[in-house]
């Protein structure tokens, strides 16, 4: 299945097929240099596939972990780059997890001004969520995506084969993005969660995520007003995952969507949740809390604008004060 996306500079395509990784030449053009990179955990079978399909291929691994998306490697990579000779008809390729492809992704936006990036998602979080929408980023001075820029790729690969190898913890992580979509924009999606199996209905949860988020993002590519919906769970979600080392980031946005639902709503995410053993209340420094929240980018003046849900497949975007926010996260102590 062919997903296209329309950006303002022109647009690019999802392939989301079962045994796509194999098949790299029908959909990417990699006749030249490809700067491939990829962590430590993902299998490295994967980046060496990717390899084989390149005619001049160089994989750099980093260490695993949203710790590696920072200034050094961002750097590092640059040096790369320069070190191997790229030129702007060359390309990157990111091949893993968000994490990869923010990074790969800002560096590909800013060598030469921006080559061709290509980008293959290894986990449910990449490919339900961060693949697509052209944001990349690093995380700095402490803060997480606080420097990158809006550079969409020139094409996503997504073969749920390579889900075979997550554990089911990371699976969890990322089908939390997927609830959170279902949750604003599609209440089939989330009966899928309440009622169904899950990785019976893997490829599904996948396609269903990606046509919420194309919508919104063809629609609203520099975040002006409806990609808002997106940050839902994730105002309170990115504090909290500043604060708790150790969570990954689906675990937090998980805890971040329970105060910004209605009672109701709430009582049907929790058992969602805890199908998907993600965590439904969690103990936390306020201080430190509202001290990241205040680097968050929705930040305007002593105002946020956040996303609710009072009913399935709908939601509300209003602006509330900064200390009112604050409060709303007593209640995931609380829960």
Partial sequence: MIIPVKTLNGGYDIVLKRGSLNELSLHLKLDRKVLIVTDSGVPKEYSQTVAKQCKTPFIVTIKEGEASKNFDNYKMLLQKLVEYDFARSDAVIAVGGGVV??????VAASYMRGVDFYNIPTTVLSQVDSSIGGKVAIDFSGYKNLVGAF???????????????????????GLAEAVKMALTSNAKLFDIFENKNIMENIHRIIEESLKIKRFVVENDERETGLRKILNFGHTLGHAIE??????????????????????????????????????????????????AMKHDKKISGDSITVITVDEIGSYKMEDIKFLELASKLKEVENI
């Fill in 101 to 106: 492809g923010d990074l790969a992704g800002f």
């Fill in 151 to 173: 550079y969409p790729p020139k094409a996503v690969i997504i073969d749920p084969e390579t889900l075979k190898t997550l554990p089911e913890r990371q699976i969890s992580n």
């Fill in 242 to 291: 500043v604060q708790k080392e150790g969570l990954y980031h689906g675990e937090c946005v998980a805890l971040g969507m329970l105060p910004m639902c209605s009672n109701e709503i709430r009582k049907r995410l929790i058992k969602v949740l805890e199908k998907l053993n993600l965590l439904t209340k969690i103990s936390f420094d306020s201080d430190k809390i509202i001290e």
